[in-house]
Every structure is written in C-alpha cells, then in structure tokens.
C-alpha cells in the first residue's frame, strides 16, 4: 500500500528551522531477463545445454531441465582479504538492503526554488538550485541503522571546487539537524560532520585524497563504517580516513542523501546503488 509523504527535511545552520518529510515503501529490484532461446517466463532461466560427464546421471529424454530463479545481483563487488580491514568481518556479497533506485517512492523526491530531488531513469537525482545556502536539503528513505556499514555510488554534475555530494546516517528520527555526514567535493577532497541541532561540526575538515575520482560527472563510490562512536571512511573501496564522536552523539536513525552547491547554481548529481550491512555485535 501506497503511504502519504511529509514535505521533505529541511536543515538550516544558521536560523536552524527545519522541514520535515517521511516516506515509505521498500525496494523493488530489477530481475534480469532470462536467456536468450529459453522459453523460460519472465524471471526464471533455464541452464545451457551441455554434454553429461562420463558416469553422470542424466534427466530421462522428454523431460524439460529445471527451471531456476534468476537473482539479481547486488550493488557491490568488493572483495576484502585484509583481516585488519573493519569490514572483513561482512558479507559483502550479501548486503542486508540495498537499493537500484528504481522505484520511485523509496526515497523523497521534492521541488522548490532551493531544491530538487526525484527518481529518475534509476538514479536519485538532486539538483542544489542557490550555491552558497546557509541551508542543507537533504532526501531520506525509511530504513534506519545503527552500527553499519554503508555504501553509495554518487555522480558529480558540472560541478568546480568545494561543489560537492553528501551522504549522512543516523538521521535521528525525533530531530531534523542530525547524524553523521560525508561530504564529497569535486576537487577531490572529503569531510566528516556531525549535524546537531543548529551546528554542523567537522569530525574531520576538508582533506584531499587520491582516491577521489575528480571532476564534473565524475563517479565515486562512498562508504561509511560505524561502530558506536567510532567511524571509518571509505572512498572507491580505499580507506581514506576515520573519526569518532566520543559522545556517541547519535545511535540509530535515517540515511540521506544531498548535494550541496558552493558555487555553481543548479547543480546537480546523482545517487545509485545504496546498500548496507549490519556491523555483527562483538562475541
């Protein structure tokens, strides 16, 4: 069932008024078509004809083969063999939601003089339409999280400088300026805030890094892995950093997604492929 929508949130550093939105509806992912030649229906695949192996069984003649559910693939293909990596001890392969962004009300589209969001041709995409705002605007889903791991691929559009594309967890639901935001620029830096109540308090200010894909239209995949109060960054599967909260300010909430203009009036980006895992409790 198809559930009303809220305006979307507002956030605002200076004057620290805020809107709020909600909405509702989980993925529905894409199921790859079937083979080509198989008279399989829509969703199901039959395997390729094949020789038996000597001493095989094999099906009785007339019978057609098994037919099998294709799965769709899932939005990373990340491999981790370092143990001393923190998200060694994930499936990667197995995320426990994740999200192609082609139904259009699992996240809050929305449209104003400020900012645009909406699903679009499998994206999310945002446009920041006034550089230079006091004010964040920012899209949510309604899935929440405590101590994960999660990830988002993110598109520049014609973007310069300190343009950049965010990305935030533990939105706390009771508040609307809060959680823990990565900040993406196009000139190939990152930072880590914390949003709480009219503040936005760098964990870690502007630091460049090569592992940034730079540039307008360039693509990044970013990561955030959160434990407790402690926090590693991730860009294109390379460890870029970490910060902590010692307060541990924020336990559970919300993901969003936002870009945020410096200087460039309708800028735009977009997002695909949003996935996380839950951080298994310590034995």
Avoid at 77 to 92: C, H, I, K, M, S
Avoid at 165 to 186: H, K, M, N, Q, W
Avoid at 219 to 229: D, V
Wanted: glycine content about 8%.
């Amino acid at each position: 069932m198809r559930l009303s929508r809220a305006p979307l949130l507002v956030l605002t550093l200076l004057a620290g008024a805020a809107l709020a939105c909600t909405l509702q509806e989980f993925l529905s992912t894409e199921t790859p078509p079937s083979g080509e030649g198989t008279a399989a229906p829509p969703g199901l695949t039959q395997p390729a004809a094949g020789t038996p192996g000597e001493g095989q069984p094999t099906a009785p003649q007339g019978t057609e083969p098994p037919r099998r559910l294709d799965l769709p693939p899932t939005p990373t293909a990340l491999v981790v063999t370092d143990p001393n990596d923190p998200r060694a001890a994930l499936d990667l392969s197995h995320p426990d939601y994740f999200d192609y962004f082609d139904n259009p009300d699992t996240w809050f589209d929305y449209d104003n003089e400020q900012v645009t969001y909406r699903i679009e041709d499998g994206h999310l995409l945002g446009i920041d339409h006034q550089p230079g705002s006091p004010t964040i605007y920012w899209s949510y889903n309604a899935m929440q999280a405590g101590n994960v791991y999660a990830e988002v691929t993110a598109t520049n559009g014609d973007c310069i400088e300190k343009d950049a594309v965010g990305f935030t967890i533990r939105l706390d639901p009771g508040a609307t300026f809060a959680g823990y935001g990565l900040e993406v620029s196009c000139d190939g830096a990152w930072r880590f805030r914390l949003f709480r109540g009219t503040r936005a308090d760098p964990l870690v200010d502007w630091t460049p890094s090569e592992a940034i894909h730079t540039g307008p239209f360039a693509s990044n995949r970013l990561g955030i892995w959160a434990n407790e109060g402690i926090f590693v960054i991730f860009i294109n599967g390379v460890q870029v950093g970490d910060a902590a909260d010692d307060h541990w300010t924020y336990t559970m909430g919300y993901f969003t997604l936002y870009v945020l203009a410096s200087r460039t009036y309708d800028l735009s980006a977009t997002f695909d492929d949003f996935a996380f895992w839950h951080i298994p409790r310590a034995r």
